[in-house]
């Protein structure tokens, strides 16, 4: 049996992730906020040796990307020294860390699929703090280090697009969405039973993408989700990302390729349509 190790217990990730673990049976110990600050170095380098994991799984992070392009230097102690600090702390334990990041590590220029090894370059503040977890995770542990980039998340907790669709449907007539940026909607629930199923591979360490299969736009995201939920997706009405001006930049293509997957032996996670169609979002709104 894995003995595991899931920090930021409370959020979205965390809790599909905790839900599957339970279910089989592993050896859990979950800690949030208030059990584990990451930027409290000194608990950090404490708290891992003393649970004596298999697997660590960072789900702690400073997600506010907006508000991240004044607070850098707090998200930064979050996302990339903090995430230093556990990965020492996992290397003096003897424990695998499974760090989650984002697409948002790139600048969105590209026009096909980013393999796990393509040059980074994000384009706001947020992407820089996650960079910096990744190159914290590689660099401290080369041999027990995984980087899972992922994109465009939703589940049934906490906020996400999913959500506000659902949200937006039952308000207005017709909602405005973007049609000029490119992803891949990504279910909690998959991705925390592929991050499961690595925590017990023996896979090689390293970066890998783990996002739903296909790619589509936020536009043609929220009619699928209008459909799905017994709305009319052409109250849906595409527009251009200018429309909705924000302080962080995002990348106008997120579509992340998936090799590695493939290389360790893992099949990449399904189309996005068949996960939101199975998954408990649309149910419980």
């Known amino acids: 049996m894995t003995r595991w190790l899931v920090t930021g217990a409370s959020g979205m990730l965390a809790a599909e992730l905790l839900r599957r673990l339970e279910a089989d049976g592993e050896d859990v110990v979950a800690l949030g906020r208030a059990d584990l600050d990451l930027r409290d170095t000194r608990a950090v ?3 891992v040796p003393d649970h004596r994991p ?14 991240a392009e004044t607070r850098e230097a707090e998200a930064l102690a979050v ?3 903090g995430v230093r600090a556990l990965a020492e702390a996992c290397r003096a334990a003897g424990a695998r860390l499974v760090q989650p990041s984002t697409d948002y590590v790139f600048d969105g220029t590209a026009r096909a699929p980013y393999p796990e090894d393509a040059p980074t370059g994000p384009v706001n503040a947020y992407g ?5 977890g990744e190159r914290a995770v590689l660099e401290t542990l080369p041999g027990a280090g995984y980087v899972v980039r992922t994109a465009w998340l939703y589940g049934a907790a906490g906020r996400n697009f999913v959500r506000a669709m659902l949200a937006a449907e039952r308000a207005r007539p017709v909602v405005d969405v973007v049609a000029d940026q490119f992803g891949q909607p ?11 199923a690595l925590g017990r591979a023996d896979a090689p360490p390293g970066v890998y993408h783990a996002t739903g299969s296909g790619r589509t736009s936020w536009y043609g995201f929220a009619r699928e989700i209008f459909e799905l939920a017994g709305a009319d997706p052409a109250r849906v009405n595409p527009v251009t990302a200018e429309r ?5 930049r995002r990348p106008a293509y997120s579509v992340l390729g998936h090799d590695r997957w493939h290389r360790a032996g893992l099949p990449p996670l399904r189309d996005w349509r068949e996960a939101l169609r199975e998954s408990d979002v649309l149910v419980r709104g």
């Not at 990504?186 to 499961?196: F, K, P, S, V, Y």
């Open 79 to 81: 996302n990339g020294h």
């Open 186 to 196: 990504t279910w909690a629930g998959d991705l925390a039973a592929w991050i499961a």
């Open 128 to 132: 820089r703090t996650k960079l910096a």
């Open 244 to 248: 909705f001006p924000r302080p962080a």
């Open 45 to 47: 380098r404490r708290l």
């Open 54 to 67: 298999d697997v660590v799984v960072n789900c702690a992070a400073w997600t506010a990307v907006d508000d």
